[in-house]
């Protein structure tokens, strides 16, 4: 039986590059299924042309919304009242919301106050409430930088690069473990270090170990040089099981 958790991607085209799709549908591949695969715009305006071949390709829905008033995003209205219709059939588990709007927090708090689990997606000048307002938080940007082959640089706008400082940096993250390790550990002082990255996810969306270049959070947790660290072998498999505990 397939277990894997079923989303629906809803894409703001008005606020996200085509440039983007390969990472938005790898990265929720890692999370479960991609039921829903559906980008919004008015697709009359020559600025949505280059999401046209790449729509065919990804197999990924279009919907037109008409730009009613000049100066407002047309796609809000229809991706919330979309994302409602598709909660309450019941066929997803959660939804990715694919966006540097900060229009969709309420829509993310309220898909989350009925159960579902929240992924957004953007460009690291999102605001912070639609962050908090996710289970869990990617930069776009940052992953295509990590991306980029060694000693390719790319020149950041302001934009860019004022979003960039509002990312959880790495002294809020490192007090963070040190206080999860302390409230939760044994009578010994370990802790199972998956336990310490689903804590600390919970209290900042957006942290992932490749915002600090790194793959996984293992090598991450050891480059603190804060902890011991020890495996156990579950039995019957090569899997381990790993700890940390403070020096």
Same mark, same amino acid.
């Given at each position: 039986? !397939?277990?894997?958790?079923?989303?629906?991607?809803?894409?703001?085209?008005?606020?996200?590059?085509?440039?983007y +799709?390969?990472?938005?549908?790898?990265?929720?591949?890692?999370?479960?299924?991609?039921?829903?695969?559906?980008?919004?715009?008015?697709?009359?305006? /020559? &600025?949505? *042309?280059?999401?046209?071949?790449?729509?065919?390709?990804?197999?990924?829905?279009? +919907?037109?919304?008409?730009?009613?008033?000049?100066?407002?995003? *047309?796609?809000?209205?229809a991706?919330?009242?979309?994302? $409602?219709?598709?909660?309450?059939?019941?066929?997803?588990?959660?939804f %990715?919301l #694919?966006?540097?709007?900060?229009?969709?927090?309420?829509?993310?708090?309220?898909?989350?106050? @009925?159960?579902?689990?929240v992924? =957004?997606? =953007?460009?690291s000048?999102? /605001?912070? /409430?639609?962050?908090a307002? %996710?289970?869990?938080?990617?930069?776009?940007?940052?992953?295509? $930088?990590?991306?980029?082959?060694?000693?390719?640089?790319?020149?950041?706008?302001?934009?860019?690069?004022?979003? @960039?400082?509002?990312? @959880? &940096?790495?002294?809020? +993250?490192?007090?963070?473990? +040190?206080?999860? #390790?302390?409230?939760?550990?044994?009578?010994?002082?370990?802790?199972?270090?998956?336990d310490?990255? &689903?804590?600390?996810?919970?209290?900042?969306?957006?942290f992932? #170990?490749? &915002?600090?270049?790194? !793959?996984?959070?293992?090598?991450?947790?050891?480059?603190?040089?804060?902890?011991?660290?020890?495996?156990?072998r579950?039995?019957?498999? !090569? !899997?381990?099981?790993?700890?940390?505990?403070?020096?």
């Amino acid at each position: 039986m !397939n277990n894997d958790k079923r989303y629906a991607v809803l894409i703001d085209a008005d606020n996200i590059s085509e440039k983007y +799709i390969k990472i938005i549908l790898d990265e929720i591949s890692n999370d479960g299924i991609a039921t829903y695969k559906r980008i919004y715009g008015d697709w009359t305006k /020559p &600025n949505l *042309s280059s999401w046209k071949n790449v729509l065919l390709e990804h197999s990924i829905t279009p +919907i037109q919304q008409y730009r009613y008033t000049t100066g407002k995003n *047309s796609t809000d209205s229809a991706m919330i009242i979309d994302a $409602m219709d598709i909660l309450y059939s019941e066929y997803v588990d959660g939804f %990715c919301l #694919v966006s540097s709007d900060s229009d969709f927090t309420r829509l993310a708090a309220r898909l989350r106050e @009925s159960g579902m689990d929240v992924i =957004g997606m =953007g460009e690291s000048k999102t /605001p912070k /409430p639609f962050i908090a307002a %996710c289970n869990k938080f990617k930069y776009l940007d940052l992953l295509a $930088m990590a991306d980029q082959p060694a000693g390719t640089t790319t020149r950041k706008s302001k934009e860019e690069q004022e979003g @960039s400082d509002r990312i @959880s &940096n790495y002294d809020t +993250i490192r007090k963070a473990i +040190i206080t999860i #390790v302390q409230e939760n550990d044994d009578e010994d002082g370990w802790i199972f270090i998956g336990d310490i990255r &689903n804590k600390l996810q919970k209290r900042y969306p957006d942290f992932d #170990v490749r &915002n600090f270049g790194f !793959n996984k959070f293992t090598p991450f947790i050891q480059s603190l040089d804060l902890f011991e660290i020890k495996s156990e072998r579950i039995s019957g498999s !090569n !899997n381990k099981l790993i700890y940390v505990r403070e020096k």
